[in-house]
């Protein structure tokens, strides 16, 4: 253990568990601030901001901080290291403002404002693994190398500006816009990225920073050349799945649907109705596997039909705990994510309430599955009127757009020839070749269920993806009933129809079998991630293999150390 303490300003909101980590995987104590008279003794700060921009400011300014962080960082001598909103809190102010107002101040340590990217130019929020271009040579990089991806989850950015450039320590590109992606000058670093999510890369970044600050030479920057017409790329992302739920003797394990019927059946050899639960695996083991194959995010789907809530459901959230210890990517987790009452105690707990101890376990984005359809229907019913009480809404607010995912479950109703669709609420869509229905139907709308698709609802996967990026959601987890665990490659139909509709980033989920069906469906449409769950837990395909697919018919794909 180094004798050096790092004093982490942690605010209350979003994961923090994973930067904790990510500090005591690197061998060093924590010391938590609870008062602002620590800020001034801390012998350096560790930063890690997650949420929203309003969120955090409101919190350091009514826990006193902002006083004692401004002298801490004024001369630019003493160890600092901000972390997303640790960075962009920096700056002068933030267009991620409370309603009614079009700023509000940050810090004002560094010279510019955080702006919103278009989401009519790109897709928002920016998520992924991206590249960097270095302005300066710093210590705190002395492990990662030039090529290495690191993870960005944001909606807004600070942009290059005259007063700010000999603060850029770095800059990344994204769909043409370039941002500053971290800063330094002199012992003051922090970056847009996420480190303590950047696997290896992100670990080694945090080691850099802490042995210069032990050894004293963290303000050895210097200026480097740097080619501004070069751009970074964002990378396709591949995540993988975990369904996880009771098996009949009570233990959480890992299983898989079969058009979303996670029993084995007589094609496995079990008697009609009396098979047990698909046993793939525990779910912690399972998640360090593919943490250290090269996996860009896991997601944790609890399946479980809650008898209790998620407050009460402590195995779930002691498998986040554990696994956010030795797992340094993206981890979502979803299931169970609404209001209820407690039918025991009568007490009530709010949607915000339920994700907010997801992220205190260790999530980093929660996936809310049918509580976004009775929001969506909610609604378009209004005809377009936001009430602020939905679960997207209220956790975005708190925790930002880049940490809420809504999961569709669709199936297809297929239209006739010459059939006519008058509900504004069913979007047609034109199928492919291989996908015509049972009597060569080509066109059919994507009914959205509920429960684990045991009910239908009267409302179309995209018209659902519409309202949820209305309410605030960020990105789109889309599944498809009729494809689950058919292994016949992804439903380009759907995933092209919704993905074109919104500006929020989609992920492409069920009927993955091969390497062929990531690479086509990242061809064929502008999702942004694909995910596979059976095939990676029966071994049958190895995510490098999928990763080397891609890259050799010109998908970009991450690259990364082996952990």
């Known amino acids: 253990m180094h004798k050096l303490k790092v004093s982490l300003l942690d605010y209350g909101a979003g994961n923090v568990r994973s930067v904790r980590n990510a500090i ?11 008062d602002p008279s620590q800020i001034d003794d801390a012998e350096v700060i560790i930063f890690p901001g997650v949420g929203s921009y309003r969120s955090a400011m409101s919190v350091l300014e009514s826990k006193g901080y902002v006083e004692p962080l401004r002298r801490y ?100 590109t994204y769909s043409g816009r370039r941002f500053i992606s971290s800063i330094q000058k002199g012992c003051v670093v922090a970056c847009q990225f996420h480190p303590e999510k950047s696997g290896k890369t992100g670990l080694n970044f945090v080691k850099g920073f802490l042995e210069a600050v032990e050894a004293g030479t963290l303000s050895n920057s210097k200026p480097l050349g740097v080619d501004l017409d070069k751009q970074t790329q964002l990378v396709k992302r591949v995540v993988v799945a975990l369904d996880v739920r009771q098996n009949d003797h009570g233990d959480l394990v890992v299983t898989k649907g079969d058009q979303y019927d996670v029993r084995e059946n007589e094609k496995e050899g079990a008697i009609a ?17 593919y943490y250290t194959e090269g996996a860009d995010e896991i997601a944790f789907l609890n399946i479980t039909s809650f008898r209790q809530g998620v407050i009460e459901d402590m195995p779930m959230l002691q498998v986040l705990e554990a696994a956010s210890k030795t797992i340094f990517v993206p981890l979502t987790v ?80 297929y239209v006739g020839q010459d059939e006519q669709v008058t509900n504004t609420n069913h979007v047609v869509v034109d199928l492919e070749d291989s996908q015509v ?61 919704v993905s074109d509709a919104v500006s929020i980033p989609v992920i492409a989920s069920s009927g993955a079998g091969n390497e062929q069906h990531f690479t086509d469906v990242f061809t064929a449409t502008n999702v942004q991630a694909a995910l596979a769950a059976g095939m990676f837990h029966r071994k049958e395909v190895e995510i490098d293999a999928v990763k080397k697919h891609m890259m050799s018919n010109g998908i970009p794909s991450r690259t990364w150390s082996q952990e």
């Open 24 to 34: 005591t995987a690197n061998g060093y104590e924590i010391e938590d601030i609870t």
């Open 73 to 172: 960082l004024r001369d630019g001598k003493r160890p600092y290291l901000g972390i997303c909103l640790g960075m962009q809190t920096l700056f002068e102010s933030s267009e991620e403002a409370p309603e009614g107002q079009k700023t509000m101040k940050g810090l004002g340590i560094i010279p510019g404002h955080v702006v919103k990217f278009d989401d009519r130019e790109m897709t928002v929020p920016h998520i992924g693994w991206n590249g960097r271009m270095h302005h300066q040579d710093s210590p705190v990089f002395k492990y990662v190398n030039e090529g290495e991806e690191v993870y960005f989850v944001h909606s807004y950015f600070a942009p290059i500006v005259e007063e700010n450039v000999d603060w850029t320590l770095t800059s990344t």
């Open 273 to 289: 109705g009396k098979g047990g639960v698909r046993n793939l695996g525990k779910p912690v083991s399972l998640a360090a596997r």
């Open 334 to 413: 979803g299931g169970g994510i609404r209001s209820y009452t407690d039918p025991e105690s009568g007490k009530t707990w709010d949607a915000l309430e339920v994700a907010s101890r997801y992220f205190r376990a260790g999530a980093d984005k929660i996936s809310i599955g049918s509580d976004s359809v009775s929001a969506a229907e909610e609604y378009m019913a209004s005809g377009g009127q936001k009430t602020g009480k939905t679960s997207i809404e209220s956790i975005s607010h708190v925790y930002g757009a880049q940490a809420v995912v809504i999961s569709i479950d669709p199936k297809r109703v």
């Open 437 to 497: 229905g049972p009597n060569g139907e080509r066109r059919c709308w994507y009914q959205c269920t509920v429960k684990g698709g045991r009910e239908s609802r009267d409302i179309c996967a995209v018209t659902v993806a519409k309202a949820a990026e209305a309410l605030g959601a960020g990105e789109i987890m889309l599944n498809c009933i009729d494809m689950d665990g058919q292994c016949n490659g992804f439903d380009h139909s759907l995933m092209k129809a």
